[in-house]
Nanobody, 115 residues
Framework: QVRLVESGGGLVQTGGSLRLSCAASGNPFSRLTMAWYRQAPGKERELVAYISHVGGTTYADSVKGRFTISRDNTEKAVYLQMNSLKPDDTGNYYC?????????WGQGTPVTVSS
């Protein structure tokens, strides 16, 4: 079973950028569709973006044109490049498969965008 560890979050001003990383262990990572999710305070967790095992991507409307998801199957890693950040992007960011597997949620990495 895949185990996931997220990193790269932090505090950034509106308009700034962050790059999140997700390190995976276990198999079969290279055949999984991987995704980033986020949960803002007091809100439900929502899908941000996902990437298929061959690199096809899908984004939530709210992040299209600003965020880019990528993966490195050799390194067993998934990344989320976030540009033009807005206060509404604040939340805890998690990686998981898509659809998600409720057994493998990690701790996530917090992102705070100040206005």
């Amino acid at each position: 079973q895949v185990r996931l560890v997220e990193s790269g979050g932090g505090l950034v001003q509106t308009g700034g950028s962050l790059r999140l990383s997700c390190a995976a262990s276990g198999n079969p990572f290279s055949r999984l569709t991987m995704a980033w999710y986020r949960q803002a305070p007091g809100k439900e967790r929502e899908l941000v973006a996902y990437i298929s095992h061959v690199g096809g991507t899908t984004y939530a409307d709210s992040v299209k044109g600003r965020f880019t998801i990528s993966r490195d199957n050799t390194e067993k890693a998934v990344y989320l490049q976030m540009n033009s950040l807005k206060p509404d992007d604040t939340g805890n960011y998690y990686c998981n498969t898509w659809p998600y597997n409720r057994h493998i949620w990690g701790q996530g990495t917090p992102v705070t965008v100040s206005s």
